[in-house]
């Protein structure tokens, strides 16, 4: 299956850095309207779910046992009791942007979280409040925004699923804020804000099992790693920002099957340009596939788009936010947010040894791709970058309104 690329919207992304499918419906490919477009709908929902089927949320979402809740902390949504979005920190950070060690770690809350419904309610009054600002001739309408990241740093820990446990899961590569360890908490997002993201607004954390070539095991670091913030209905009624300290999962870290050519949940090949998604060739366990010309390796992931309005995360860290069905949410998740895609490039072509994810070292499959993402962004401009970008249905960049 091939693709022709439109233009990339953005002058400032090096020529090798594919342009994403413009267009991102349920679980299925499209591309803006024009002469370009090539990309064939029925075959792509290989690299993002399976077609019309809605995502099911999984319990599996790490090979650790989730911590249980603590003594005070409450275990279902009926009994949750207050928390703020941004915990109390019990221990001075390090100064730097290192990720610290401290011999006495916070221990991040697990379980149902409650949100800290005063600020949850600043922000919505703040967000109905803003007035959309004018837009320039010329901008297209695609309902998104985006942050472009590199890759920061890589360490053994799941500050989601294995909170205050340093070394306690599978190797992850992290991007964006660069203080990222076992031990993070919402607080120290705002704290400590240096980012490998643009916009700088930006403070999220967002990390992946690492990919290591299996030839000679060495780690294969994302060269790009942009991060769309998008409406996937075919309008934004009652669109709403994102609350700070909301933490997610995608994908299922235990699963193990394989992806051999056409399966679900595989890496594909992309080039700005026409490109093969599914590779020339296959590695020798048909897992990976080998890109022709200057393709390289990418991996498409997304989120859900509505939120019970309620919790900041669940012991399962995917129960308090759900998958949209055509143009609703679900009532037990009536808040429609921004869907978050990570859309991830690696400077490989693929080889007959393949490669392997630090969640399935032994299956050397694709199947236990997953990502992770603790939102915390600078109120003022989320609120006018979903405002302005989804609510209007606008296409913006990493700055605003995107020509």
């Known amino acids: 299956m091939s693709y022709a690329s439109l233009p990339d919207e953005d002058a400032s992304q090096p020529p090798s850095r594919h342009r994403p499918p413009s267009w991102l419906a349920r679980n299925r490919w499209g591309m803006a309207a024009g002469a370009a477009v090539a990309l064939v709908i029925a075959a792509a929902g290989v690299y993002l779910g399976n077609g019309d089927v809605t995502p099911e ?27 703020s979005a941004t915990p109390a920190v019990s221990a001075t950070p390090p100064a730097s942007a290192t990720p610290s060690n401290a011999a006495t770690p916070k221990v991040p809350v697990t379980g149902w979280v409650p949100v800290d419904r005063a600020a949850w309610k600043a922000q919505s009054d703040a967000y109905k409040a803003l007035q959309v600002d004018p837009v320039p001739a010329g901008v297209g309408n695609l309902p998104e925004f985006r942050a472009d990241c590199q890759y920061s740093h890589r360490l053994p820990d799941d500050p989601i699923v294995a909170p205050g446990l340093p ?30 993201c643009k916009p700088v607004q930006d403070h999220s954390a967002y990390w992946v099992p690492t990919l290591y070539d299996n030839a000679t095991g060495k780690p294969v670091e994302t060269t790009g790693f942009r991060v769309y913030y998008r409406s996937l209905a075919k309008n934004s009624t009652g669109q709403m920002p994102m609350p700070n300290g909301l933490r997610m999962i995608s994908g299922d870290a ?57 919790h900041l995360d669940s012991p399962n860290h ?41 969640s399935d070292k032994e299956g050397k499959s694709a199947s236990s791709m997953h990502g992770d993402a603790f939102v915390m962004w600078d109120l003022n401009t989320m609120n006018k970058r979903t405002k302005n970008c989804v609510l209007q249905r606008r296409t913006c960049d990493n700055y605003g309104y995107q020509k």
């Not at 949320?57 to 928390?83: C, F, I, M, R």
């Open 57 to 83: 949320p999984s319990n599996a979402a790490n090979a650790l046992e989730y911590p249980s809740p603590s003594a005070g902390q409450a275990e279902s949504p009926g009994v949750a009791a207050s928390a």
């Open 254 to 310: 235990k699963k193990k099957k394989p992806t051999p050519r056409g399966a679900t949940g595989q890496f594909y090949c992309a080039f700005y340009g026409p490109g093969d998604l599914d590779g020339i060739a296959r590695s020798t366990n048909g897992n990976w596939p080998i890109c022709g010309g200057d393709a390289t390796l990418h991996f498409m992931m997304q989120f859900p788009d509505c939120w019970d309005g309620k």
């Open 318 to 358: 995917k129960d308090h936010v759900a998958y949209g069905s055509g143009n609703a949410c679900p009532t037990s998740h009536p808040v429609r947010i921004p869907a978050i895609t990570f859309d991830i490039q690696y400077p490989a072509k693929g080889t007959p040894a393949g490669y392997y994810l630090s």
């Open 167 to 196: 070394g306690a899961s599978h190797m992850h590569s992290f991007v964006g804020n660069k203080a990222v360890d076992a031990n993070t908490v919402a607080g120290d997002l705002t704290k400590f804000t240096a980012t490998s």
